[in-house]
């Protein structure tokens, strides 16, 4: 399978090439659009802050090849909240492919929520053998608001998407990579998709 | 609902275990990659290496080692130890740490925090605070809690969060040790005054200690060593009882 994670200098990439390893399947990184436009599959990562990320997209020429993809394509974390409307992260513009937006938690609860915490509301084959009662790794200070396109949802302050899907698009707030067991099933499900 | 998070803590000399560990079962203890990798399955939600080398040089097979766990271990870990640069968090993420965590560094030059969070975020920032309560105030201390300072806790704790912290580690030097439980007075202090979670540290004894530190110290986390090392508390156990006290963890 030809695998590819979108490399554009930012995100915790090391580690979800070691869990595709894991599952015995090389993902190879790659900036370079006709590499990405051709892959059987695409990872689109990201860690750190909304408008830097999204700006070394824009240099790259990423973000107009993006939401152009037919393959699946799973975007983690900031590569999730990337894919949306519009982050109020920096105020920025996103990729608009998931119809939501994205907030800060309020002060009411601590900010980063840090931690294992449940999905429900499961309503994807990326959840194939997934029970309601699992938990997922997050680290995020932003988050998704719920919408049409969710199909997982967490609870932390408020319900909030925890995972997305529109078309071929798929988008996790959660680390899969870093999730245990649970997390490499969610991966080997996307690579079955 | 966020849950509470149980941390086995490692002590790492020249990319080993160091002393102190008897598990079950387990060909190489002093192997940090197997014992890491024990721990995960065996229900840690997190893990933390601390590395107690000597020299810078001894540091280096400190990156073999963050390679390896990330290799092979499929839940988060923070690398502390000897951290004092945006070069050193920068070869630690690279390598596959999910976090770092500082401590003495960053009582010497408060700017490092700054830099280190607006560089890589302060999701992977922990600042570790050794403090000691003399009289009727806590202070800082350095160097694993060796060097005081007048530095006092609660202050430090603050400026910590304001400079970009994304988590604060912190162990009192008055119950490192002593499986007496942890300090909860301190520690809920420290959760009402900051708004990043907390990692309480110092103390674990009984599992009565960790439900405590979670209830009275509103702690986010728990970090222990040796009664996980020598099974005194297995960790699924751990989490049963917390659950059945009412806390939410991941079983």
Redesign the interface.
């Known amino acids: 399978m030809d695998l590819k994670i979108v490399n554009y200098g930012a995100g ?1 990439i ?2 979800i090439q ?2 595709f ?2 599952l015995g399947y090389d993902a190879v990184l790659s900036n370079n659009p006709d590499e990405i436009i051709k892959a059987d599959k695409v990872i689109f990562p990201g ?3 909304a408008s830097s990320a999204m700006k070394m997209l824009r240099a790259s020429g990423l973000d107009a090849l993006i939401p152009q993809l037919k393959q699946p394509v799973l975007g983690i974390c900031l590569g999730m909240q990337l894919m949306c409307n519009h982050t109020e992260e920096g105020n920025t513009k996103g990729l608009g492919i998931f119809n939501t937006n994205v907030k800060r938690f309020s ?1 009411n609860v ?9 999905i429900k509301n499961l309503k994807s084959g990326l959840f194939k053998g997934i029970s309601e009662k699992e ?1 997922m ?5 932003y988050y998704a608001e719920d919408c049409d396109e969710s199909i997982a949802t967490s ?2 302050e408020i319900d909030y998407a925890s995972a997305l899907e529109n078309d071929n698009f798929f988008g996790v707030q959660f ?1 899969p ?5 649970i ?2 099933q969610l991966l080997k499900n996307f690579l079955e998709l | ?5 149980i941390v086995p803590c490692l002590d790492i000399k020249d990319g080993r275990t160091v002393k102190g560990v008897n598990f079950v079962d387990l060909r190489d203890a002093g192997d940090p990659v197997v014992l890491a990798k024990q721990y ?1 399955d065996l229900g840690a ?2 893990l933390v290496f601390l590395d107690i080398s000597a020299t810078q040089e001894k540091r280096r097979t400190m990156h073999d080692m963050v390679l390896k766990v ?3 271990v ?3 870990f923070t690398v502390g130890g000897g951290i004092s640069s945006i070069e050193d968090v920068d070869d630690l ?4 740490a ?1 976090k770092v965590s500082i401590n003495s560094s960053a009582v010497k030059r408060p700017g490092l925090i700054n830099e280190l969070s607006q560089k ?5 920032i922990v600042v570790a605070i050794d403090a000691k309560k003399i009289g009727e105030e806590w202070f800082v201390h350095l160097a694993g809690g060796t060097i005081p300072t007048d530095i006092k806790l609660f202050e430090w704790a603050k400026e910590v969060e304001d400079r970009g912290a ?2 604060i580690l912190f162990t009192s030097m008055n119950h490192d040790g002593t499986k007496g439980g942890f300090a909860n007075e301190a520690l809920a202090k420290l959760s009402d005054l900051v ?3 907390i990692i309480a540290s110092g103390g674990a004894g009984t599992i009565q200690h960790f439900a405590d530190t979670f209830k009275l110290g509103k702690a ?2 728990a970090l222990a060593a040796s009664v996980f090392h020598f099974g005194e508390i297995p960790i699924i156990e751990l989490k049963k009882e917390l659950r059945k006290q009412g806390v939410e963890v ?1 079983l």
């Not at chain 1, 790794?137 to 200070?141: A, R, T």
């Not at chain 1, 990579?177 to 067991?181: D, I, L, P, R, T």
């Not at chain 2, 609902?1 to 998070?5: A, F, N, P, W």
């Not at chain 2, 993420?93 to 596959?96: M, Q, R, T, Y």
Request: net charge negative; aromatic share 8%.
């Open positions: 915790n090391k580690s070691f869990a390893q894991r860690v750190g802050e002060n601590k900010v980063p929520q840090m931690g294992w915490n449940r938990y790794y997050l680290v995020h200070s609870d932390y680390h990579e870093k999730s245990g067991k997390g490499e | 609902m966020l849950t509470k998070r995960a939600d997190e990330a290799e092979q499929n839940i988060p993420l690279h390598c596959g999910d890589f975020g302060s999701q992977c994304g988590e708004n990043i979670p986010d986390a991941r």
